[in-house]
């Protein structure tokens, strides 16, 4: 089996580059089931019903994660109990939507998870260590395969979770810094690990927005609001090979479309 992974999609060009290169990819590369994190597609914050329908209804993927900018635009209370989408696990018990799903592809169990960090992301969140210990719990003797989507900053928090979670999950990729990271690896006890699967969005750009409104945010600490590079996109993410017998990793590499 497999599992496609897409970084951060960011504003229409996102969207454009993914409408363009997705079809390709999975016929090119034998694609089985597609993880997209969309968090960022709208804009630059959230998600809207448009982009929601377009990913699930003309792209057919499979699932569609979050982040830290779920809630960026209120179209998303329409949809968010749709099981193709998933928000990070670990935002508290009261608020709408599932932390994590259970799909079907080739007669396997696959349960994708998403969770956000703690370090530097300003958001109200569990620790998400313990969050993951439990949903490991409930998903027990459910789930023939385990992917988990970690939308952190922090390098550190997503390496330490990699190796908390070795040997107790098929894989899990990060997400959220827009930058692609040259360390997937299966980890000793068999996790298919990488710190950030990168985004689709604006090559020449501050991890896709705007080069001289960022500039001048960096510059004069003065307030600049952030708008979207305006470029030729890119898409990045990754693969992950699965053993259908053995349900464990046994590949992972990135993939990058100019």
């Given at each position: 089996m497999r599992i496609l992974a897409i970084g951060d999609i960011v504003g229409e060009g996102g969207i454009k580059k993914l409408k363009d290169q997705l079809p390709k990819i999975k016929e090119q590369e034998n694609i089985d089931f597609v993880i997209v994190n969309a968090e960022n597609s709208a804009g630059g914050m959230g998600i809207t019903t448009k982009i929601f329908n377009e990913l699930k209804n003309d792209l057919k993927v499979n699932v569609i994660t979050m982040g830290n900018h779920t809630w960026g635009k209120k179209d998303i209370f329409s949809f968010i109990d749709d099981e193709i989408i998933i928000r990070p696990s670990n935002y508290p018990d009261n608020v709408p939507g599932k932390g994590y799903n259970i799909y079907t592809c080739k007669n396997k169990k696959i349960c994708v998870v998403n969770l956000i960090g703690r370090t530097d992301?300003?958001?109200?969140?569990?620790?998400?260590?313990?969050?993951?210990?439990?949903?490991?719990?409930?998903?027990?003797?459910?789930?023939?395969?385990?992917?988990?989507?970690f939308h952190a900053e922090a390098t550190a928090e997503k390496i330490a979770m990699g190796y908390f979670l070795d040997g107790k999950?098929?894989?899990?990729?990060?997400?959220?810094?827009?930058?692609?990271?040259?360390?997937?690896?299966i980890l000793e006890g068999g996790t298919a690990y990488i710190t950030d699967i990168g985004m689709t969005g604006p090559k020449k750009s501050v991890i896709g927005m705007d080069i001289a409104a960022s500039l001048k945010r960096f510059t004069t600490t003065l307030p600049e609001k952030y708008k979207l590079a305006e470029s030729n996109c890119s898409l990045n993410g990754c693969i992950i090979e699965i053993n259908e017998e053995t349900c464990r990793a046994e590949k992972i590499y990135r993939i990058s479309r100019r």
């Open positions: 992301m300003n958001v109200l969140s569990e620790n998400p260590f313990l969050k993951m210990q439990g949903i490991l719990e409930e998903v027990k003797g459910k789930a023939d395969i385990i992917i988990l989507d999950i098929t894989a899990m990729f990060g997400t959220h810094t827009h930058v692609q990271t040259a360390d997937e690896k």
